[in-house]
């Protein structure tokens, strides 16, 4: 069975400094990782995939296959960063993603 | 394309009535989500369909609920009777079979009161 855990609701954290939300999963084979954002009054969107090892807004984030992570991290928070981030996995064989339960992001002025 | 529609945007009903939210996915789009969330558990896949077949309905959390898609470009998501524990937003996402990003229609959030 696939699970994501994001053991942090919430998170709070003052402009300029760095942000890691944390993201831990558990998949018996090779899973594709996603982060996805929702800002305030707007849909659900995709922000980064681990495959594409891309940086977006300045956000990155690493699969460590050893410890079964995908933290996101940002080295200096915006306060347009605030919004709630949802980690996701999916098997190779399908279309379908597991979220975790999310975490609450504020950055504060 | 404006994306993943959905409607209503917001209901509120009373405790035994029906409810129907319906979701209209981009178009091409074979593959068709309905999540729920709430406070306490994040995002919830409830079922998905595939080519307008469901696939997987393991996270219907009780028969009260069903969900059809008579066609490429339509889903209905019910819920008879509703209860207030099934309030809620309720999210419609569509993806492509190439592709893993899913998109999400803007949700509808259900009052049952």
């Known amino acids: 069975a696939q699970r994501v855990t994001q053991p942090e609701k919430l998170l709070s954290v003052f402009k300029g400094a760095p942000v890691e939300l944390k993201c831990n999963y558990s998949?018996?084979?090779?899973?594709?990782l996603f982060w996805y954002v929702q800002y305030s009054r707007q849909r659900l969107q995709l922000l980064l995939r681990?495959?594409s090892r891309e940086s977006i807004k300045g956000f990155t984030a690493d699969l460590n296959k050893g410890e079964t992570s995908f933290h996101l991290k940002k080295p200096f928070a915006q306060e347009e960063d605030s919004a709630m981030y949802y980690c996701a996995l999916s098997g190779p064989s399908g279309s379908r993603l597991t979220f975790g339960e999310g975490t609450q992001l504020t950055v504060n002025p | 394309d404006a994306g993943v529609i959905q409607s209503p945007r917001h209901e509120v009903t009373e405790m035994g009535q029906e409810v129907t939210l319906r979701c209209k996915p981009i178009?091409?789009?074979?593959?068709l989500f309905w999540y729920r969330q709430t406070m306490m558990r994040g995002l919830e896949l409830l079922i998905y369909?595939?080519?307008?077949?469901?696939?997987?309905d393991s996270g219907m959390p009780e028969d009260r609920f069903s969900a059809k898609m008579p066609n490429a470009s339509f889903s209905t998501l019910k819920i008879q009777p509703s209860e207030p524990r099934d309030s809620a937003v309720y999210f419609c996402a569509s993806s492509s079979t190439s592709g893993l990003e899913q998109f999400f229609g803007p949700g509808t959030r259900l009052t049952v009161l």
């Open positions: 998949y018996s084979g090779s899973p594709e």
């Open positions: 369909f595939n080519n307008n077949v469901p696939i997987d």
């Open positions: 178009s091409g789009h074979d593959y």
């Open positions: 681990h495959i």
